[in-house]
T-cell receptor, first 115, second 112 residues
Framework: NAGVMQNPRHLVRRRGQEARLRCSPMKGHSHVYWYRQLPEEGLKFMVYLQKENIIDESGMPKERFSAEFPKEGPSILRIQQVVRGDSAAYFC?????????????FGPGTRLTVL | GENVEQHPSTLSVQEGDSAVIKCTYSDSASNYFPWYKQELGKRPQLIIDIRSNVGEKKDQRIAVTLNKTAKHFSLHITETQPEDSAVYFCAATLYNFNKFYFGSGTKLNVKP
């Protein structure tokens, strides 16, 4: 039973480039969450998605950041025109449909470095 | 929204001693409280959780207590071992809302 998968594990971008981070939830999970973790800090909620729907994006910066979870394929967090302050670990988590359990299971993260 | 505060930020104990990490939350409607352990460079992993209809839950050397009136919950690790060294995060959420609010983390160091 594969866990939450994320790729790439490490991503290096120059300022102004685009970063695409992918997340495949656990089998049977239909809810996906993205969190950002700065060095030596906690996890900050960014966005919560279900298939083809953004449920809550209150933690997402208004500009340059977007997320999707298409009917087929992984969830994608997209950061346009990256800046040095975007350097962080981005974690994806997934959970089953509501009513089954509240637990979120985390992927291994993508460590983004902006040069 | 919810605000979760976690203390202490760092904790150093001798192997075999107990460790206690405390969190407070602001929204009295929060009713699910998970604890995650994160080793250096690894993913956060759920170690124990508690719902608001329960005051205490135990799993071997790990226990969590919840005081709804005071809006705080605590993680207790007994007989600590070096492999318990990690960063521990508490979180709070509303059932079915699925949006976790995390504390800032506690770096636990267990000295052999």
């Amino acid at each position: 039973n594969a866990g939450v998968m994320q790729n790439p594990r490490h991503l290096v971008r120059r300022r102004g480039q685009e970063a695409r981070l992918r997340c495949s939830p656990m089998k049977g999970h239909s809810h996906v969450y993205w969190y950002r973790q700065l060095p030596e800090e906690g996890l900050k909620f960014m966005v919560y998605l279900q298939k083809e729907n953004i449920i809550d994006e209150s933690g997402m910066p208004k500009e340059r950041f977007s997320a999707e979870f298409p009917k087929e394929g992984p969830s994608i967090l997209r950061i346009q025109q990256v800046v040095r302050g975007d350097s962080a670990a981005y974690f994806c988590a997934s959970s089953p449909p509501s009513g089954v359990t509240d637990t979120q299971y985390f992927g291994p993260g993508t460590r983004l470095t902006v040069l | 929204g919810e605000n979760v505060e976690q203390h202490p930020s760092t904790l150093s104990v001798q192997e075999g001693d107990s460790a206690v990490i405390k969190c407070t939350y602001s929204d009295s409607a929060s009713n699910y409280f998970p604890w995650y352990k994160q080793e250096l460079g690894k993913r956060p992993q759920l170690i124990i959780d508690i719902r608001s209809n329960v005051g205490e839950k135990k799993d071997q050397r790990i226990a969590v207590t919840l005081n709804k009136t005071a809006k705080h919950f605590s993680l207790h690790i007994t007989e600590t071992q070096p492999e318990d060294s990690a960063v521990y995060f508490c979180a709070a959420t509303l059932y079915n809302f699925n949006k976790f609010y995390f504390g800032s983390g506690t770096k636990l160091n267990v000295k052999p």
